[in-house]
């Protein structure tokens, strides 16, 4: 069952021909495991590709520069949820007690509503990618909210998944709650219209030693992202570091 059959695009790969057949081994290994659904789930390394795990370990580097920032963390472009539950769950690791460490999400969950001139289109950049099954939303939030009451201050509700065109609900969003401080925003929209919008609406909430991630910052291929933020940030004051898990990845931290 493929992406494109369920959700009307293929995601892009710059994998070989053979590195695709070899990772069709994996899906039907996975496909065929012999373990028990409990036990699975405390052994996906198994089945865990090296540059998944590195994506793992790059939100974990993104967590451990906050963790003398104070405010909350947001993502902008969701997509399937996985980093907001790595967030919930590096909180409950790294600071369990740290109530107003929030995370908020922000997504569509219908893929993308619109293309400007200033983004390259591809087989994933074009309206409607990046689309999730009908009512993730509600499936995410039941996910996340499973992880939270498995960790300290279970009673506390600290997450929250806005949906919508982010060109609305992000400015909408940060207009509503003034006095929010964030630590991290993590970016992973490619475009440049929603990526200018959420950066805009971002930038009275940052304070020095915030970190930006912008996913797909410097990339030639997605140059939406990196037009938004210096036109957004001509002027302000920050230094940039390397990740080193994913080393085309940037960390943007504001002085």
Not at 161 to 186: H, M, R, W
Not at 203 to 219: I, Q, R, T, Y
Request: net charge negative; proline share 4%.
């Amino acid at each position: 069952m493929s992406s494109e059959q369920d959700f009307g695009y293929k995601m892009e790969t710059k994998a070989t021909e053979q590195q695709i057949a070899h990772r069709e081994l994996l899906y039907r290994l996975f496909r065929d495991r012999p373990i028990p659904d409990d036990q699975l789930l405390i052994c996906l390394g198994l089945f865990m590709r090296s540059s998944a795990l590195a994506k793992i370990l790059f939100v974990n580097e993104a967590y451990q520069l906050i963790l003398d920032q104070p405010g909350i963390i947001v993502e902008f472009g969701t997509w399937w949820g996985q980093n907001l539950v790595l967030f919930e769950n590096l909180r409950a690791i790294y600071e369990p007690f740290n109530q107003s460490r929030r995370v908020v999400g922000f997504d569509t969950f219908e893929g993308y509503p619109a293309i400007s001139e200033k983004d390259r289109p591809s087989d994933t950049i074009k309206i409607g990618g990046y689309k999730v099954a009908a009512n993730y939303r509600e499936y995410l939030e039941s996910l996340i909210d499973y992880h939270e009451k498995n960790n300290v201050l279970a009673a506390i509700k600290k997450h929250e998944v806005v949906q919508g065109d982010v060109t609305k609900t992000a400015p909408a969003y940060f207009s509503k709650n003034e006095d929010v401080v964030i630590a991290l925003a993590y970016f992973d929209m490619a475009l440049y219209e929603p990526s200018k919008a959420a950066l805009e609406a971002i930038k009275p909430h940052l304070v020095p030693g915030s970190v930006l991630m912008l996913d797909e910052f410097n990339n030639r291929d997605y140059p939406g992202e990196t037009r938004a933020f210096k036109e957004t940030f001509k002027g302000v004051s920050y230094r940039v570091k390397k990740s080193r898990f994913m080393t085309d990845r940037t960390f943007i931290i504001v002085d």
